[in-house]
């Protein structure tokens, strides 16, 4: 009888990239400990080798359960929890066993180089990648194991994508200013990381900031504020934009949460919600509830569900085409606006 069939393992990957088994493990498990030109000496050497981790291969040998991820920045915004709901929803109902795995990340550098390590772990079936951006090498690794992706909130790189219509939001919020009366408006957002994408923040601002010129009303730069996340900075911005631009009667917020923040700042400067200053968010969670926002409604839990259905059914048939789709946007009127 002939040899069986000799697979590469870690002492491959090691000797072929010129480092230890270890620096292969940190590389694979947590790259952000890894120098860039190591990581990237591994990861080549992984994908020339084809190799696959021997925990994962004895994961891809069970029987009847299907292993998805979910990659998002959870802890950063409340709105994520909506749409892991609509993820868990369908994979609750599907036809077969699904395992969700849920990957946490927050700063963009450090989900780009974790993105391109997840396939060389081959410890996924499938992968659903929420607004987080990321570059063509993760893509490429994604693609060149044959892994099904499916975006939300994110284009790009040919995967299927489920999007919201921010622009046409940002417009309703700048026509329910308007229309009751405001005209020295501000924008409030989140600054950008990455440069080389339009954040939903940014989509947003473009739709108010053009249905704002339709109207006839100024937006000067000094009334568009863009915060780094973080409770204090935020507070510490909105009161420097309220203190230095004391005729501001109107708010529209990137989400929901910086709008109950907004509401905060202005009642501490001795203004009134929404006589004196209307305030606006977006997404319509359970913060704008609680705070009585007037906000642009976004379908949360329905873009998680259709991208879970969406992948179960890459995962059924690879070959399967599925156009994306774009998620329209209602205004929610509360107390605020």
Known sequence: MGEGKRYPTIYDVAERANVSIGTVSKALNTPAGVAE?????????????????????????????????????????????????????????????IEVVVFDVESAAESARALESLPSLRSLDGLIIMSVPFGEKPAAAMRRARMPVVLVDLEGHGFPSVTTDDKTGGALAADR?????????????????????????????????????????????SRVLLVPRGFDATVAGIEALLRDQPDIDGIFAHTDELAA?????????????????????FD??????????????????????????????????????????????????????
Do not use: M
């Open 37 to 97: 030109p190591t990581r990237r000496r591994v990861l080549d050497a992984v994908a020339e080798l084809n190799f696959v981790p021997k925990a994962a291969a004895t994961s891809r040998a069970r029987k009847g359960v299907g292993r998805i991820g979910v990659f998002a920045p959870f802890s950063s915004f409340e709105s994520f929890h909506q749409r892991l709901n609509g993820v868990l929803l369908a994979t609750s109902t599907a036809a077969s066993a």
């Open 177 to 221: 200013l308007i229309t009751t009366g405001r005209r020295h408006l501000a924008f409030l957002g989140h600054s950008q990381v990455q440069q080389d994408h339009l954040s939903a923040s940014l989509r947003r601002f473009d739709g108010f900031s053009q249905r704002v010129a339709d109207h006839g009303v100024d937006l000067p730069p």
């Open 261 to 281: 923040i907004a509401q905060l700042a202005v009642r501490a400067a001795g203004r009134r919600v929404p006589e004196d200053v209307a305030v606006i968010g």
């Open 284 to 337: 319509d969670g359970s913060t704008a509830v609680a705070a009585d926002l007037t906000t642009v409604r976004q379908e949360l839990r329905e873009s998680g569900r259709w991208a879970a259905a969406t992948l179960l059914n890459l995962l059924a048939d690879p070959d399967r085409v599925t156009p994306s789709l774009t998620l329209p946007v209602s205004l929610v009127r509360r107390g605020s606006a």
